[in-house]
């Protein structure tokens, strides 16, 4: 089989269980491996220790190299699904590196309300702008789930991703106040005669928000104007690693409104739910939280196993 037949059925297979956008970073290590002279049929050991070394040499962070191990078994074990490869030729892979736990970066309350007043309101981006921002910050969707938001998921009291990652759906409640920001959104945007576009956010000119990076570019722009250059973490980020803040500030927002829910006691299997994750443990690494302690914390709630309701 060619390189590109089998990068071709890696990703409609990898696309009946993974998200878009895993698909689409898995191909892309994939297509970069069989690049450097990896083969379909066979993972060379040896090949493969030099193109970590190549990846650590680049100064590649130890998650980032543990996606590229969980790329190579994926497309390894479907090679071996389809018979263009031996069973169990994935073996040949190291297990990936332990990830320290990392430093939760989080706004105040006081610095997102900074920002959500940072637009200016009397004009339609300006009010988008901080509409989109509230939401983020009360539901903690990531910026991928708001752009492909619909204008039949907004509900009186919640909002319906329809296709989080993964592919899973749920509900995110939402409070009477964000209701009506929506709702006075929803009434401007009319006004850009978006015609019968069923996109939740568009432009000045009635077109879709693009993509994620379009979340980015505006909660980016409105967090530097209202909290000055990169929040301070840009400084940190070059003096590290030379590098400049990459402005991931929609996923400060999600965070923020985790650990806020945390703090105030919210239940954990809550917290799990309207962040999207699949377990607790997905949780206690997004939160940066020992995972003892948070199934001592889960072990008290009613509903769980080692706990009986009165």
Not at 18 to 27: D, K
Not at 45 to 52: F, H, I, K, S, Y
């Amino acid at each position: 089989m060619d390189q590109a037949d089998a990068l071709a059925r890696f990703a409609r297979i990898l696309a009946d269980s993974r998200s878009p956008t895993t698909v689409r970073l898995y191909v892309g290590v994939i297509r970069r491996w069989l690049a450097f002279g990896g083969a379909v049929d066979r993972l060379h050991r040896p090949l493969l220790e030099q193109w970590l070394a190549g990846r650590r040499a680049a100064r590649a962070a130890p998650a980032t190299i543990n996606v590229d191990l969980k790329a190579l078994r994926a497309f390894y074990n479907t090679m071996a699904l389809i018979g263009a490869a031996p069973q169990g030729e994935s073996n040949n892979c190291p297990i990936g590196r332990r990830v320290p736990v990392r430093i939760v970066r989080t706004f105040s309350d006081d610095q997102v309300l900074a920002m959500l007043a940072a637009p200016d309101l009397g004009t339609f981006c300006g009010y988008r702008d901080s509409v989109l921002m509230r939401v983020l910050w009360e539901t903690g969707l990531r910026a991928s789930e708001l752009v492909a938001l619909g204008l039949g998921d907004v509900r009186e009291d919640a909002i319906y991703v329809a296709s989080g990652k993964g592919g899973r759906s749920r509900w995110v409640p939402i409070s009477d106040e964000l209701h009506g920001l929506l709702q006075g959104y929803l009434a401007l945007r009319d006004t850009t005669r978006p015609g019968k576009r069923a996109a939740l956010w568009v432009t000045h000119r009635g077109l879709p928000l693009r993509s994620r990076r379009s979340v980015w570019a505006i909660v980016t722009r409105h967090a530097r104007a209202a909290l000055g250059q990169a929040v301070g973490y840009e400084r940190v980020r070059r003096a590290a690693r030379r590098r400049p803040w990459s402005g991931q500030y929609p996923h400060l927002l999600r965070a923020s409104m985790a650990t806020t829910l945390l703090r105030h006691g919210c239940p954990l299997p809550a917290i799990m739910q309207m962040l999207g994750h699949r377990s607790l443990d997905s949780t206690a690494r997004y939160l940066g939280c020992d995972i003892d302690q948070l199934r001592e914390a889960i072990a008290k709630h009613p509903r769980h196993g080692s706990a009986r309701l009165p």
